[in-house]
Each structure stands twice: as C-alpha cells, then as structure tokens.
C-alpha cells in the first residue's frame, strides 16, 4: 500500500516547466481535453441538480411529526447542495473561458480563475454540509428505528445521502492521511545522511 499510494500523481505532482507548459499547450491548440473535462463537469452538476431540488422541496411539502427538524434539514442540506453545484459550474466556466483566451497567446502563464472569496465561501459551505450530514444522519436514524408517521420520502433520502456523505468523506479522510503519511515519509528519507 505504501508503494502505491507514494507513486500516486497526488503525492509526487510532476510540474513542467515553462517550455513545456508552451509545447504542449501548441501541440493542444484546440484544448480538446479542457471542452471534454468541462462538459463532463457541466454534465454531472446537472445530473447532481435534481437532487438537491428534490431536497428543497421534499423539505418544503412533507412533515414528519416523529422528528420535525428532519424537514429543514432537507431544505438547509438541499440549499448548500445547491450552492456548491452553481459555484462549481461558475468556476469551471470562468476557467474554461479563461484557457480558451489563453490558448490563443501560450507565453502567459495563468493558473486560472480562483476567487479567494469564493474558494473560502466553497469550503466553508462542504464542512457545513459535513456537519449537517452526521446531524442529518442521527435524526433519521432515530426515525428510522421506531414506528414514525414520517414520509418515506423524507425518510430515505435523509437517511441515504447523509449516510453516502459521511461514507465519502470518511474514505476521503483516510486516502489523504495516507497520502500525507508517504509524502512525509519520502522527505524524511531523503534527508536522511549515507553512510
């Protein structure tokens, strides 16, 4: 596990330099692996989008008496889910725009567009829907449990996403601990005196 988690492009980034960054930018003049990445990213957020307006609205239009914070949970959850999808499509447009009017003049070295305001508002915003998740999670398990009167419909899905974040966040947790580990560890054996 060390040797592929140490040879993971994450824990040793190759960087090119200028001259590379300019041949490759001329053999890609087009930026055909920018449009696929871009549209593929604009193609999940809308698939992602329903969710997060079935949440709103689920919350809105069904109670549950057993537990009735569950349904501003939902609107609160399905609200932040919203935000983070519109602020990945600005970003992912603005860079998109911002590479193809780069792509015409390669000397300008640009690293996209990166609003501090708005990566710090994105971060906030994910650990919120982290604590919202193990909240959310709780209350529908406590529903879960017993007999309820609840909708299915607020039930499941609290229930599903909250578990599917928590799961998500968990394997990510570890895969960057492990990750954080090696590159540690790396920099610790090359410092190390030969004998």
Do not use: Q
């Amino acid at each position: 596990m060390y040797f592929w988690v140490k040879t993971c492009a994450i824990a040793d980034p190759k960087l090119k330099t200028a001259e590379e960054n300019v041949n490759s930018k001329a053999a890609n003049s087009d930026g055909d692996d920018d449009k696929i990445k871009f549209y593929l990213t604009m193609l999940l957020l809308l698939l992602l989008t329903p969710l997060s307006v079935y949440f709103i609205n689920a919350g809105v239009i069904k109670s549950c008496s057993a537990e009735p914070k569950l349904p501003f949970w939902m609107v609160v959850i399905g609200s932040c889910l919203l935000f983070e999808i519109l602020a990945s499509a600005f970003i992912g447009y603005r860079s998109f725009l911002n590479h193809r009017n780069n792509s015409k003049f390669p000397s300008e070295d640009t690293n996209g567009y990166r609003p501090a305001f708005l990566i710090i508002l994105r971060k906030s915003v994910r650990l919120s829907i982290f604590g919202l998740s193990i909240v959310g999670f709780l209350w529908s398990c406590s529903v879960v449990s017993e007999e309820s009167d609840c909708s299915d419909f607020v039930i499941w899905p609290s229930f599903i996403l909250s578990f599917m974040i928590l799961l998500i966040s968990t394997f990510g947790f570890i895969y960057y601990s492990c990750v954080l580990c090696c590159t540690v560890l790396d920099y610790f054996e090359e410092d190390k005196p030969e004998k």
